[in-house]
């Protein structure tokens, strides 16, 4: 009996221990989880320091003393220069990786610049110096929106679905938070620290930052690649930049148009506003709509629908347009911020639409938030002159507030029914729906494996070469955000299939010298020094 009892402890002990789960073979899941979020802090910190700093430069002119009110001049050149961006990168080659240099270098010399030109013009009541910092400010602030839409892109799109909303809420706190916008803080270290946020994000997703801000090398193994035409096809299929897809080219004209809209009665006289503690009506709004997007989020998930929030924007601002011809001489504030609130909706929603579309295959981030933000500043250019001539018809009694108001309701049907129908935002979330099938697959095969254990043999071959061609995606993708040449994005391929550099040489029939020599270029680009880190980086690469 005594044997017997020890026998059964022992197993019950044995059979105990086999119940834990072991170091080794625990989910690593926590260093994932830990990384992914300090991105998601990093980038809805540094988004919302960049959308705070531009709310202090259209609120500059204001404070003036000589107040010459002139902000359409900082949005006019953020909107040209995006739209530089967008034009230079619209072909898959060198370009994108071209710009971005330009652009790492470029930013941070605009934001220094703005913010000495525009305390010293505050100082001074100097409009031409404010002119200037206008100038230099939107220099500044367009690309640096356009790079944090790069930053975005890197991740999945209900990433930027939860990143975007954030933001907003960061961008209101440090609004709110500024007691007066005219000091050293809000124009020059809220940039600065919004680009160095930008750095640091891009330096945890591969990016080489600091090879952009150092002079440009010569280029090494550009010259040797007799052959690398007739093989770029394969790892970088040219696709044409010529036109923008239909549907985003009206989203872009529709963020456009609600811009302008929203802007329309900025200089037109409220009263007194009783959210002035918080920022304003406009700061406020974008409380309310960060915490009503990440709660609507919370709640869906990966079953987040574009078209909901598009239906809750378009009537908010409509019901803001009647209540400004119903009510606007008694409760102005209260008009305004049902206007900001359907905007902040439609707006948050443009963006996470933005990086769904530079994430589909051929497209690449710069180019479309580089033509977003273009259109995004153009509509806030001319809402702004809008606003003023609004202003002064009001005040001469040449128009009626409520006129204005039907136009603009007039405007947003016309948006609504012909230019960006609910049905072409249901088909602007291809990733969304992409993904959503995925994980549908994957649930569906985790809730029956005995049908998975039976059909396992029959799809293997399917599920290798679904794994291929997804190295192969993550690779193309790779080579095209890092700037890679044609051979070179052969030899990465390879290289995330565990290539040696003789098997490499021998597929691409090159010397080992010249393979060697990719290799080592594909390291230095990548900023990797081992093989492996190369594969985990291609592997989880834009998700």
């Not at 409380?287 to 929030?309: H, Q």
């Not at 589909?360 to 710069?366: F, M, Q, S, V, W």
């Not at 603009?408 to 016309?414: F, H, R």
Request: proline share 4%; aromatic share 8%; with cysteine.
């Amino acid at each position: 009996m005594s044997n017997i009892t020890e026998t059964e402890r022992a197993r019950a002990e044995a059979a105990e221990v086999a119940a834990r789960p072991s170091a080794e073979h625990e989910p690593a899941r926590s260093p994932v989880s830990d990384g992914l979020m300090l991105s998601f802090l990093v980038l809805v910190l540094g988004f919302g320091l960049c959308r705070a700093w531009i709310i202090f430069c259209l609120g500059a002119p204001i404070i003036a003393p000589s107040g010459t009110p002139s902000h359409w001049l900082y949005l006019a050149t953020g909107a040209i220069g995006s739209l530089v961006v967008a034009l230079y990168c619209r072909h898959r080659d060198r370009a994108v990786s071209r710009m971005r240099t330009v652009l790492y270098r470029l930013c941070p010399a605009a934001l220094l610049a703005s913010g000495i030109l525009v305390l010293v013009a505050l100082e001074f009541r100097s409009e031409p110096l404010m002119a200037a910092g206008f100038i230099a400010g939107g220099l500044g602030a367009g690309p640096l929106q356009v790079l944090w839409g790069d930053r975005f892109a890197s991740h999945s799109v209900e990433f930027a679905a939860f990143a975007s909303p954030a933001a907003a809420i960061v961008t209101a706190v440090v609004v709110a938070l500024s007691a007066a916008h005219a000091n050293f803080m809000s124009f020059i270290v809220v940039p600065l620290l919004s680009f160095g946020l930008l750095l640091f994000h891009g330096s945890r997703t591969g990016v080489d930052w600091k090879g952009a801000l150092a002079p440009a090398p010569a280029s090494a193994g550009d010259g040797d690649d007799e052959n690398a035409g007739s093989s770029a096809a394969v790892a970088t299929p040219a696709v044409s930049r010529r036109a923008v897809p239909l549907g985003v080219g009206k989203l872009m004209f529709s963020i456009m148009v609600f811009s302008l809209l929203c802007r329309m009665f900025d200089t037109v006289p409220t009263g007194p506003d009783p959210l002035e503690v918080f920022g304003g009506s406009a700061v406020f709004s974008l409380v309310v709509v960060g915490v009503a997007f990440l709660a609507i989020m919370a709640k869906v998930r990966e079953r987040f629908n574009p078209s909901t929030i598009y239906r809750l924007s378009l009537p908010i601002m409509v019901a803001g347009y009647v209540a400004i011809a119903l009510f606007f001489d008694t409760h102005g504030f209260a008009s305004m911020l049902i206007i900001n609130i359907g905007y902040e909706f439609f707006d948050i929603l443009t963006w996470v639409l933005f990086v769904d579309a530079a994430r589909r295959p051929g497209e690449n981030a710069l180019r479309i938030f580089g033509l977003g933000v273009a259109f995004m500043f153009c509509g806030m250019a001319l809402g702004n002159v809008a606003s003023h001539l609004v202003d002064s018809l009001i005040v001469t009694g040449s128009v009626q507030t409520n006129v204005v108001a039907m136009a603009a309701i007039l405007g947003l049907v016309v948006v609504a029914f012909l230019v960006l129908p609910e049905g072409t935002v249901a088909q602007l979330s291809g990733s969304l729906r992409e993904g959503r099938r995925e994980r549908e697959a994957e649930h569906r095969a985790a809730e029956e494996p005995e049908e998975a254990d039976s059909a396992a043999e029959e799809t293997e071959e399917d599920a290798g070469d679904a794994a291929a061609g997804r190295i192969e995606r993550h690779c193309a993708e790779v080579a095209r955000d890092f700037g890679l040449t044609p051979r070179e994005s052969e030899v990465i391929v390879l290289l995330a299939y565990g290539r040696t550099l003789a098997i490499i040489a021998r597929d691409l029939h090159i010397a080992q010298g010249t393979a060697r020599t990719h290799i080592e270029n594909i390291y230095r680009k990548l900023d990797v020094h081992k093989q492996q880190e190369l594969i985990d980086l291609v592997d989880t690469y834009g998700e």
